[in-house]
Nanobody, 118 residues
Framework: QVQLVESGGGLVQPGESLRLSCVGS????????MRWYRQPPGKQRELVAG????????NYADSVKGRFTISRDTAKNTVYLQMNSLNVDDTAVYYC???????????WGQGTQVTVSS
């Protein structure tokens, strides 16, 4: 059973940083593409960043390019999202998402709240 557990969210001021973590279990981590999505209050869920199963390819939403960095540590079954220069528009629930590069099987984490406010 695929399980994803996010952590690292919280309340920060504009300009500050946070690092989100997502630990996976119940699957072969190195076979899965990992993504971070977010859902701002009252809005639809949107893709923030993705990383290939090998870690060699990353992609970002235009709104976070240059500020956010996605990475993965296969030894720890963990994907990270380093978020710098946070602003109020980054306030959202952030979700970890895993999808198999081979079968298409996918799963969501439960989400972690990030609030940017002065």
């Amino acid at each position: 059973q695929v399980q994803l557990v996010e952590s690292g969210g919280g309340l920060v001021q504009p300009g500050e940083s946070l690092r989100l973590s997502c630990v996976g279990s119940g699957f072969t981590f190195s076979n899965y593409i990992m993504r971070w999505y977010r859902q701002p209050p009252g809005k639809q869920r949107e893709l923030v960043a993705g990383i290939s199963n090998t870690g060699g390819i990353t992609n970002y939403a235009d709104s976070v390019k240059g500020r956010f960095t996605i990475s993965r540590d296969t030894a720890k079954n963990t994907v990270y999202l380093q978020m710098n220069s946070l602003n109020v528009d980054d306030t959202a629930v952030y979700y970890c998402f895993a999808i198999s590069a081979y079968s298409g099987r996918s799963s969501w984490g439960q989400g972690t709240q990030v609030t940017v406010s002065s």
